[in-house]
C-alpha cells in the first residue's frame, strides 16, 4: 500500500499561471479530500469528493480554483492565475467507505508562487 | 467558527519521560482524530475517537465531547517520536469536514 499519492512534490509557478495538482487516493478509497496548509491559516478544508461526486467544495476560494475527480484513481486541483497568496502545501486524503472520517493524508504539494 | 485550540505549540522531553498534549474545543465536537507528520512531511493518523480512551503502544488519547478536550499522552518517549502532532475534531453535522488544531512540535532528546 503506497499510500496517498501527490505529485508533484514541489511546484514554482509565476503570477497569473495556472497550476494543476494531482492526487491518488489509495486504492479501494470512495472518499477523496483536498485542504490546504499556510502559516497563518494553519490546515483549512477545501473540498471533498465521495465515489467520484463532488460533495462539498465549501472551503474552495470562489474564483481560480477548481477540483475534479475524473476517475476512482485520481482528483486533480487546479487553480488558475495563480497569486503569491495561493503560496501554501495541499494536502490530498483520502478514506475508505466504512470509514470515511478516518483520513489518510498524502505528503503534500508546496506550491511557491513567484 | 469553530475553533481547536491546541497546546503546548511545543515541547522538549527527555527520552524516557512523558506528557500530554491538549486540544479544547470552542463547540461541541463530534469527534477528534490525532495525527504525526513524519518525515516525508505526510500527516500519519494515529487515533480516531468518537469517546472514551483509546490506547496504541506508548500513546494514549482521550475525548471528552461534553467538556470538549481532547488529550494525547506520551509516555516512555523515545527519539522517533519527535515531529509535529495535529488534532483535528468533526462538528456535528459535517463530520467530514476537520478543523485542525495549530500542532504541538515536540523534540525527544536523548
Known amino acids: 500500500n503506497a499510500g496517498v499519492i501527490q505529485t508533484p512534490r514541489h511546484k514554482v509557478t509565476g503570477k497569473g499561471q495556472e497550476a494543476t495538482l494531482w492526487c491518488e487516493p489509495i486504492s479501494g478509497h470512495s472518499a477523496v479530500f483536498w485542504y490546504r496548509q499556510t502559516i497563518v491559516q494553519g490546515l483549512e478544508f ?3 469528493f465521495r465515489n467520484q461526486a463532488p460533495i462539498d ?17 485520481h482528483s486533480t486541483l487546479k487553480i488558475q492565475s495563480t497569486q503569491p497568496q495561493d503560496s501554501a502545501v495541499y494536502l490530498c486524503a483520502s478514506s475508505s467507505r466504512d470509514r470515511e472520517n478516518t483520513l489518510y493524508f498524502g505528503a503534500g504539494t508546496r506550491l511557491s508562487v513567484l | 467558527g469553530d475553533q481547536v485550540e491546541q497546546s503546548p505549540s511545543a515541547l522538549s522531553l527527555h527520552e524516557g519521560t512523558g506528557s500530554a498534549l491538549r486540544c479544547n474545543f470552542t463547540t461541541t465536537m463530534r469527534a477528534v482524530q490525532w495525527f504525526r507528520k513524519n518525515s516525508r512531511g505526510s500527516l500519519i493518523n494515529l487515533f480516531y475517537l468518537a469517546s472514551g480512551t483509546k490506547e496504541n503502544g506508548r500513546l494514549k488519547s482521550a475525548f471528552d465531547s461534553k467538556e470538549r478536550y481532547s488529550t494525547l499522552h506520551i509516555r516512555d518517549a523515545q527519539l522517533e517520536d519527535s515531529g509535529t502532532y495535529f488534532c483535528a475534531a468533526e462538528a456535528g453535522n459535517m463530520g467530514y469536514k476537520l478543523t485542525f488544531g495549530t500542532g504541538t512540535s515536540l523534540l525527544v532528546d536523548p
Open chain 1, 46 to 48: 477545501l473540498t471533498y
Open chain 1, 57 to 73: 467544495d465549501s472551503g474552495m476560494p470562489k474564483e481560480r480554483f477548481s477540483a475534479q475527480m475524473p476517475n476512482q484513481s
